[in-house]
């Protein structure tokens, strides 16, 4: 079953822009929310995190927004660059058995 | 600094083969491990996951198995693969930092990227 739904599955962003993926998740027993940035033929690298005691949390041109009462968090890359092409998934941690759960991933491309 | 080490990177086995995948992490003790698979365009798909020497929880049925024989290694394998294993499998490793709050994060290895043919 899938506890974690991303959208969308695949973006298309100018430079520039802002990029938005959003994630929506069904259990309440999560307790940690990371986004991870997958470039082609590597593991998947933790980009930001986020504890749901907090509504935003910005790391550079990266915020994640976190809305509890609606199970939704999303990642916004301000400024998306060439560079920032990439697969991102986000992700859902149980506070029960500490197991990460994924999302789809979207995968992301920034036109120069 | 703790480091994952994850071979081979690349493998092409016939059907019916068997398969042995390895991953060591280096820098923590008893980590949690885990196993993904990753499916052409698809997310990551948590296959096992581990929280110490011998305890393995499988998290879909199907033609593969893990093991745990030591604390910092964990081994993916099945005795006879099928077209379907076809995939990219990641180990990953988890770890409960103490920083005033208690954060997890999760640090995959490179990959090995399988071919079933």
């Known amino acids: 079953q899938q506890q974690v739904k991303q959208s969308p599955q695949s973006l298309i962003v100018q430079k520039g822009g802002i990029s938005i993926i959003n994630c929506a998740y069904e259990n309440t027993a999560f307790d940690y929310f990371p986004w991870y940035q997958q470039f082609p033929g590597k593991g998947p690298a933790l980009l930001i995190a986020?504890?749901?005691?907090?509504s935003e949390k910005k790391e550079g041109r990266f915020t994640i927004s976190f809305n509890k009462s609606a199970k939704q968090f999303s990642l916004h890359i301000m400024d998306s660059q060439p560079g920032d092409s990439a697969t991102y998934f986000c992700?859902?941690?149980?506070?029960?058995?500490?197991?990460?759960?994924f999302g789809q991933g979207t995968t992301l491309q920034v036109k120069p | 600094s703790q480091t994952i080490h994850q071979w081979p990177a690349t493998l092409v086995q016939p059907v019916g083969s068997p398969l042995s995948l390895e991953c060591t992490v280096e820098?923590?003790?008893?980590?949690?491990l885990y196993w993904y698979r990753q499916a052409a365009g698809r997310g990551l798909q948590l296959l096992f996951y581990s929280v110490g020497i011998g305890q393995i929880s499988s998290e879909v049925p199907q033609n593969l198995s893990a093991s745990r024989p030591q604390d910092r290694q964990f081994i993916l394998s099945s005795k006879k693969l099928l077209l379907s294993d076809s995939g990219f499998y990641l180990c990953a490793w988890t770890v409960v930092r103490l920083t005033g709050q208690v954060n997890t994060e999760a640090f995959f290895g490179q990959g090995t990227r399988l071919t079933v043919v």
């Open positions: 992700a859902a941690r149980s506070s029960n058995t500490g197991k990460l759960i």
């Open positions: 820098g923590t003790s008893n980590p949690n």
């Open positions: 986020i504890r749901p005691d907090v």
